[in-house]
């Protein structure tokens, strides 16, 4: 009951002090009446009354005035003081017109006491509760985010021959001569030397002693990011002597990370580097067989660049004792914004405690990670391998908050968006569209979608197409209207299928075999598709993000290319701002003539009455 106690005892010393400080202020009150009969004296000797009283009236917004009833409820008394000084300083304007108005009655009205505290009184109440307007606080961007190395746009204009960029070896040069490479985008000649800077004295610490910078580069879609790791990373690797696994690429699906461990097989080809891809794609058995061996009781990796998803990477982590990431160099995180936002998955903390494990056996072992701290003789002593980050995205967030995420060393941004300053007021990321990309946005309403969609394809050849939708169901059911339609071969791509099935899907959308592909967000980012003339976004896109990637699958290595964004009337406005804010460089209306559908109207009401059939079929068949 102790508890009980004190709080009455509080409850009760609270009443005490509400009493004394009531007290306090109406001795306040009459000495200021006292002072105020005298200043009214003087006032008439000096026949001043009128002016006074406005200079009053002028000074009284300095005044703290409280007012308060004498006549309070038991209830009320027992309110906290403090609460009650603060609530009724709240409403002090109102009070500052009533305690004028109450001056004047203040005599007449015995049960009301007007308590008014004057500056020179000791009772003051602290500021914080005037209205302030809030000033703006301006956004100051990290130097390296808000003066970055700018890549041109225009790839076409700026093509560079691979011999001119500096520090190639004659072997890639050779190989990249052989895969039809002359010259290099910007990105490549820009990124590139940047690395191979950061390995010109050895896979060990940097120049002089030190940690290489981490590098971020935020460069368009189809612009040749791919390149631009993959060669620095394999001529750093070159130089290795024992073989383990120094670079690792993280990439969020599995066709991305095919794509990027495909192109590391071409530039190794010959080599004796390897390249491992841990997706999932494979038996977690496969798997380890393909990372690892053992011999002579000693595990041996058998990779020297992994390719990996997040999930399975940590699979290995944590599952495969023989998977060791002690010697890694590089770690590249590609769409690094989307691996950012899947934090949560925490692959990067499981990574870095990997990298810096102690190995089993020390005694013997060379070398000793420490986790990077401060630099001191004895940190530098031993010789140490850091561990550089390579960040690539065409939607990279210039959001510091985020971008601490990953832990950064002196990171060194490479970017094409368009000039911000240093105090950006800009609150949403601004991007930076291929240069070749044609956008344009067709006002429609949901009835007229599909016959709009068989419009592009069979009247105006807009082929190979390929179409996006914001879901599964979206996808299955279009890919079903056009295919009962007819007379345009049709294929959709979305998580229902498996991975054989969409690699299929792809090569043959590629070869020419289907004109148009219907997809969800499955093949939006880094796909990178040959030939891609149009892209439809049948359902506008909800994020900028989204809509930067999926236009980004045409128009890609400096071609041109269209993308049409399908708009409902409701969604024209805020759609519109939305893209114009993320810097695009204008999106035009396509207008679809009522007329120009009308000879396909009566077929595609037949069709959708098939339709209508064939999605009950599909729905009872899954039922049993
Ligand atoms: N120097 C070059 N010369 C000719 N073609 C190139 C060159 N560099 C890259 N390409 C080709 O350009 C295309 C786009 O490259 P890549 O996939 O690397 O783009 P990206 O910037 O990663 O795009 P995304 O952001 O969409 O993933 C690829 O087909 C690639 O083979």
């Known amino acids: ?79 906290d003081l403090t609460d ?147 060669i620095p990373v394999v001529q750093a690797l070159s130089m290795r002597v024992v073989r383990d696994v120094r670079a690792l690429a993280v990439l969020p699906t599995k066709e991305l990370a095919q794509q990027v461990s495909k192109v590391f097989s071409t530039y190794t080809e010959g080599t004796s580097l390897k390249v491992v891809m841990i997706t999932g794609q494979k038996s977690f058995g496969a798997e380890q067989t393909a990372l690892s061996e053992i011999r002579g009781g000693v595990s041996h990796s058998l990779g020297d660049i992994v390719v990996a998803t997040p999930g399975r990477l940590v699979d290995h982590i944590n599952k495969n004792s023989n998977f060791s990431l002690q010697h890694l160099r590089f770690l590249i995180i590609d769409e690094a914004d989307r691996m950012i936002d ?137 890919y079903l209207l056009v295919k009962l339609f007819g007379g345009v071969e049709v294929a959709e791509f979305s998580s229902k299928l498996n991975p054989s099935e969409r690699q299929k899907t792809l090569k043959d959308f590629e070869q020419g075999k289907i004109p148009l592909l219907i997809s969800t967000d499955a093949a939006a980012r880094g796909i990178d598709i040959n030939g891609v003339k149009c892209v439809i976004n049948y359902d506008a896109p909800q994020y900028i993000r989204t809509y930067i990637h999926r236009v980004g699958r045409t128009a890609r290595a400096g071609k041109a290319g269209s993308a049409f964004t399908f708009l409902l009337e409701v969604q024209e406005k805020s759609f519109l701002q939305m893209v114009r804010d993320a810097g695009s460089p204008g999106i035009q209306r396509h207008f679809v003539k009522p007329e120009a559908l009308r000879s396909m109207e009566t077929r595609y009401e037949q069709t959708l009455a098939e339709l209508g059939k064939v999605v009950k079929e599909e729905n009872s068949r899954k039922r049993f």
């Open 84 to 230: 009650e000084v603060a609530s009724l300083a709240k409403k002090k304007k109102k009070q500052k017109t009533l305690s004028t108005e109450n001056e004047n009655k203040e005599s007449d009205n015995e049960k009301s006491v007007e308590i008014t505290e004057t500056k020179s009184t000791t009772f003051h109440i602290l500021g914080g509760f005037e209205e302030k307007t809030v000033q703006k606080v301006k956004r100051v961007l990290p130097q390296w985010l808000a003066q970055p190395d700018v890549i041109q746009r225009d790839i076409k204009n700026n093509l560079i021959p691979i011999s001119e960029v500096p520090g190639i070896c004659p072997i890639l040069l050779k190989k990249l001569q052989t895969n039809g490479i002359q010259n290099f985008f910007p990105v490549q000649a820009e990124v590139i030397p940047a690395i191979l800077e950061s390995v010109s004295s050895g896979l060990l610490l940097g120049p002089g002693g030190y940690r290489p910078r981490d590098i971020c580069v935020s460069a368009p879609t189809g612009s040749g990011k791919t390149l631009a790791f993959v």
């Open 342 to 478: 899947g934090m949560h998955q925490s692959w990067l903390t499981q990574v870095t405690k990997a990298v810096y494990r102690s190995p089993a056996d020390t005694q013997t072992s060379v070398f000793r990670r420490i986790l990077p701290g401060p630099i001191t003789v004895a940190s530098l002593s031993p010789p140490q391998i850091p561990l550089q980050k390579l960040l690539f995205s065409a939607t990279l967030t210039h959001n510091p908050e985020k971008l601490q995420l990953l832990d950064l060393h002196q990171p060194r941004l490479f970017t094409s968006t368009h000039s911000r300053t240093e105090t950006s007021t800009q609150s949403q990321d601004a991007f930076n569209f291929p240069q070749g990309l044609a956008e344009y946005y067709v006002p429609c309403t949901l009835s007229k979608k599909p016959l709009i969609i068989l419009h592009f394809l069979l009247r105006l050849k807009f082929s190979p197409a390929l179409c996006f939708t914001n879901s599964r169901e979206a996808a299955h059911r279009l």
């Open 1 to 79: 009951m102790a508890y009980l106690g004190e709080e009455e005892d509080s409850e009760s010393s609270r009443e005490f002090r509400s009493r004394a400080l009531l007290a306090k202020l109406q001795e306040q009150v009459k000495a200021r009446e006292r002072q105020s009969v005298s200043d009214r004296a003087d006032e008439d000797e000096d026949h001043q009354g009128d002016k006074e009283q406005k200079k009053r009236k002028r000074e009284e917004p300095e005044m703290e005035g409280v007012q308060r009833k004498t006549e309070k409820g038991e209830s009320e008394r027992k309110t």
